[in-house]
């Protein structure tokens, strides 16, 4: 069975940090540039970073770049997203999916920064 499963979001501060895990099965993990997006309340779904087959090349939304962090672990078919110095724009469901034909999305992870 194909899917996807987010997890890791929660209710953390401005300035806070968070790790997002997206554990997969179902493919070869291995073989998929992966992406992750956001959507926030009343805004269509963004891609805010992304990472190629190897990892050798991440590349990020601008409104991210320099405080997220994504990364995989081909050996737990996991990709994760490190989050810092997070902002209250940041606050949306994170969910993420292959760059080349997605799969069916998962339920996500609800982020929320707020004091």
């Known amino acids: 069975q194909v899917q996807v499963v987010e997890s890791g979001g929660g209710l953390v501060q401005p300035g806070g940090s968070l790790r997002l895990s997206c554990e997969t099965s179902g493919f070869i993990f291995g073989n998929y540039a992966m992406s992750w997006y956001r959507q926030a309340p009343g805004k269509e779904r963004e891609r805010v970073a992304a990472i190629t087959q190897s990892g050798g090349t991440t590349t990020y939304a601008d409104s991210v770049k320099g405080r997220f962090t994504i990364s995989r672990a081909d050996a737990k078919n996991t990709v994760y997203l490190q989050m810092n110095s997070l902002k209250p724009e940041a606050t949306a469901v994170y969910s993420c999916?292959?760059?080349?034909?997605?799969?069916?999305w998962g339920q996500g992870t609800q982020v929320t920064v707020s004091s």
């Open positions: 999916n292959k760059v080349i034909r997605p799969v069916a």
